[in-house]
């Protein structure tokens, strides 16, 4: 809660019990701004991910729906595996242009997952890959990239984050499909 500028409260009252609860900030887009949305359409300023196809690996539906939900709003195509076993099956099958590597899984967590990875072909191991983790220890940077991995993003992410870490390791494939139509 805090992680996220909210604040948590406690009552107690010995022998009857306690209540928790919390307070969020919200921000409400008025009716103008979400007319003006749906009147300017969508460009590729809005749609930065437009071609990108991203493979999410992820065990948490919650966190699932949440990625998804931010990466589809800029126009990313996704894909889930709820883990890194998944992960590698679908990784052999289908291409994809970077992967967001959830750390702890079960069966076959994401050190594991891109360790394999970095050992397929050439055309497959040198895909971009970004850890996702709620851990935060000190080293974890380190291990992360140690055994491969591109980038880094601490779980509560930023949306924006996210996006200026894929667009750094990815690039825009829109400039690319735009330069060739040239």
Do not use: W
Request: proline content about 4%; charged content about 30%.
């Amino acid at each position: 809660v805090e992680l996220q500028h909210g604040k948590i409260f406690l009552e107690s009252t010995p022998g009857e019990g306690s209540v928790f609860y919390f307070r969020m900030p919200f921000v409400k887009i008025s009716d103008v701004e979400k007319e003006n949305e749906n009147i300017e359409g969508i460009d590729a300023e809005e749609e930065p991910g437009r071609g990108i196809k991203v493979l999410i690996v992820e065990d948490n539906p919650i966190n699932q729906l949440l990625v998804i939900k931010v990466l589809q709003k800029r126009g990313y195509e996704t894909t889930i595996a709820q883990n890194g076993k998944i992960a590698i099956e679908k990784y052999k099958n289908e291409d994809f242009d970077i992967i967001l590597m959830d750390l702890q899984m079960p069966e076959v967590d994401g050190y594991e997952a891109t360790k394999y990875i970095r050992r397929m072909g050439a055309e497959k191991a040198g895909i971009p890959i970004v850890a996702m983790t709620a851990h935060t220890i000190q080293g974890e940077l380190e291990k992360c990239l140690a055994i491969g991995m591109n980038d880094y993003v601490s779980k509560p992410f930023s949306p924006d984050e996210l996006k200026v870490k894929i667009q750094h390791l990815v690039g825009s494939k829109q400039k690319d499909e735009k330069s060739v139509l040239k």
